[in-house]
């Protein structure tokens, strides 16, 4: 299953009516099973879109809906992996995929009497994205890359219909980040989860996204939104291709453009 993700007029303000304006009048829609980005200059907001679209803040003006819903608060049908993985040091790799099953609804009433399947599944998963063998092994015991691996697996182990990813692969070398963008891809092909990607680096969003919504300085807003057209599944080798640089070339000028208007 998938979900859509509206924000209609949302304004968003940190350190209260006379604070820091992060958003300003900003609108999206993200369809079900798609995958979208999120681009834009640094501080323009992006992260604080994702924290509205989930739950964990909410805007002072203008309504967030996910799957038709007002959101008022955490959306619990959501996996989110961030820029640091933040394994906890003292649970095994396999414990820490587990760890969404024992505090989200309605998994964690099934997870003791159940518990042999959610391992069973947490397995499978690690073994999708190339760490089979490693769900004993601490995260310490891991690369940079690895770890990201099993945080992926640890954001999508309760099935969500929702994937948040910020800046997720930002810390990794780019052989590292580039495999990892395949693992997604995978993913996302077979499971159909609707997907939102905030990042940085825009051949990442133009290898992953149908959609690449650019945001302008801070306060933020969409200024323009980009159609990803290469068919998929996509290969790594497309990123080398004239046409896919002619987009990220066409984001960059968006980008450009908003940093010198902030």
């Not at 993200?30 to 992006?46: L, T």
């Not at 939104?225 to 984001?251: C, G, H, I, K, N």
Request: glycine fraction near 8%; charge should be positive; proline fraction near 6%.
């Amino acid at each position: 299953m998938s979900v859509p993700i509206t924000l209609s007029d949302v304004s968003h303000r940190y350190g209260g009516a006379t604070g820091t304006l992060a958003l300003d009048g900003c609108s999206l829609t993200v369809r079900p099973g798609e995958f979208a980005a999120v681009v834009g200059p640094s501080g323009c907001g992006k992260s604080t879109l994702m924290k509205l679209a989930t739950g964990l803040q909410f805007p002072f003006k203008g309504t967030v809906t996910v799957a038709g819903e007002r959101v008022t608060k955490p959306v619990t049908m959501a996996g989110m992996a961030f820029q640091n993985p933040t394994m906890l040091p003292w649970r095994t790799t396999l414990r820490n995929v587990l760890l969404p099953l024992e505090i989200v609804r309605p998994h964690r009433q099934r997870f003791r009497a159940d518990r042999a399947i959610f391992e069973a599944k947490a397995e499978d998963l690690l073994s999708v994205v190339g760490l089979e063998g490693f769900g004993q092994k601490f995260p310490w015991q891991l690369s940079g890359g690895m770890q990201q691996r099993a945080s992926l697996c640890r954001a999508l182990i309760h099935e969500p219909e929702l994937l948040m990813l910020d800046e997720p692969f930002g810390a990794l070398d780019a052989f590292t980040r580039e495999e990892l963008w395949c693992v997604i891809r995978d993913l996302q092909e077979a499971r159909k989860f609707t997907v939102v990607l905030v990042t940085h680096d825009l051949r990442e969003a133009v290898f992953l996204a149908d959609r690449i919504f650019v945001m302008s300085g801070r306060p933020g807003r969409i200024i323009a939104e980009r159609t990803v057209s290469f068919p998929r599944p996509r290969d790594l080798s497309v990123t080398y291709t004239p046409e896919f640089m002619a987009v990220v070339q066409e984001l960059r000028a968006h980008i450009s453009e908003a940093r010198a208007a902030a």
